[in-house]
């Protein structure tokens, strides 16, 4: 295999093609690299020489990325990606500072740890927690971050896998919905998430009888547990995720029509990126906590039964 100096005539190349194909203009890439237009038109013109494809479709306004361009630019808007966060990992503990990058949801974020952030910023003063924040199911890659949730079915990955609690569904609402359901035969109003559950909202409820004709549905989770917690509605909740509101209250099960799916919660490290102490204690600790809740509305609601914990990795 050759190696990639063999590949390309020089590492500002790729640099140059980098700020070149984000900004699809020469002009402004050398405004950014602080060097002419002309070396950058030169820089590109001898790496698409050296590889022998263009990169590159010219125009009067800018440059657009020839398939190959798009290949290759993905490769290095990620190694660029990664060069700068190492490099803002090594100022930051410079100063003291541990960053940890996590991939999680915008719901996990909003409903589970800013909760108790608090108490971990007393746990681990001096780490500066950073988030990859995903709207939609949770998936993809996590070569970009320290360690990120999934949801796993099987044993293939190439990761490190660190499970955490089996993927539990309960119907959540809150008191104040529950306690005004007085009339059996006004249907229930389900809070739906627009994808990636794996039950049907309808399972929430008894019968089709049960169901008022508008549900409310939301593209984010997080809004999905908001509207819960107003009273707006029934909605699935994710044990992982609303632990910490059912432990307080501020949410409780709808009846007892839980799910649990074939799949585990788990942190998800990649095999490339080396490990670091302090990410390993930050991770132990929300798995710690996360475990917590799970133990507690299981001790709440036996009714619920929610399998037991430990369980083996999956």
């Known amino acids: 295999m050759k190696t990639i100096r063999r590949q390309i005539p020089s590492m500002n190349a790729l640099f140059a093609f980098e700020a070149a194909a984000r900004l699809r203009n020469f002009s402004r890439a050398s405004e950014e690299l602080n060097v002419t237009p002309a070396a950058v038109s030169r820089m590109m013109q001898r790496l698409e020489e050296h590889l022998g494809t263009q990169l ?8 657009t990325l020839s398939e190959d361009g798009r290949l290759l630019y993905d490769a290095t808007s990620r190694a660029v990606a990664q060069i700068e966060g190492a490099l803002a990992e090594i100022e930051d503990r410079g100063k003291g500072v541990d960053t940890v990058t996590i991939s999680v949801s915008t719901a996990f974020t909003t409903h589970w740890l800013m909760p108790r952030i608090m108490r971990f910023k007393a746990a681990f003063p ?3 927690l950073r988030f990859q924040l995903l709207m939609g199911p949770l998936s993809g890659p996590v070569d970009d971050v320290d360690f990120g949730m999934r949801f796993l079915r099987g044993k293939e990955t190439r990761d490190r896998v660190i499970p955490i609690m089996p993927e539990v569904l309960i119907p959540i609402c809150s008191p104040v919905y529950r306690a ?14 627009s994808e ?13 009888e049960m169901i008022a004709a508008n549900p409310l549905i939301f593209a984010d989770y997080a809004i999905v547990v908001q509207a819960a917690l107003l009273g707006q509605g029934v909605a699935w909740g994710w044990l992982s995720v609303v632990g910490h509101w059912i432990r307080h209250g501020d949410l409780v099960p709808a009846n007892m029509r839980r799910q649990v799916t074939q799949r585990h919660c788990c942190f998800v490290q990649s095999s490339g990126k080396p490990l670091r102490p302090i990410v390993e204690e930050v991770r132990d600790w929300i798995v710690a906590e996360l475990q917590h809740d ?12 929610i399998p037991e914990l430990p369980l083996s990795a999956p």
Do not use: C, N
């Not at 479709?57 to 800018?62: A, I, N, V």
């Not at 359901?181 to 739906?192: A, F, N, S, V, Y």
């Not at 990636?196 to 089709?208: F, N, R, T």
């Open 56 to 63: 590159f479709q010219r125009g009067g306004t800018g440059v």
């Open 126 to 128: 001096s780490v500066d």
């Open 180 to 193: 005004r359901r007085t009339d059996p035969t006004e249907g229930e109003t389900l809070i739906k998430l």
């Open 196 to 208: 990636g559950e794996p039950y049907s909202p309808h399972d929430l409820v008894a019968g089709s």
């Open 294 to 305: 799970y133990r507690e509305v299981r001790q709440m609601f036996p009714g619920l039964d």
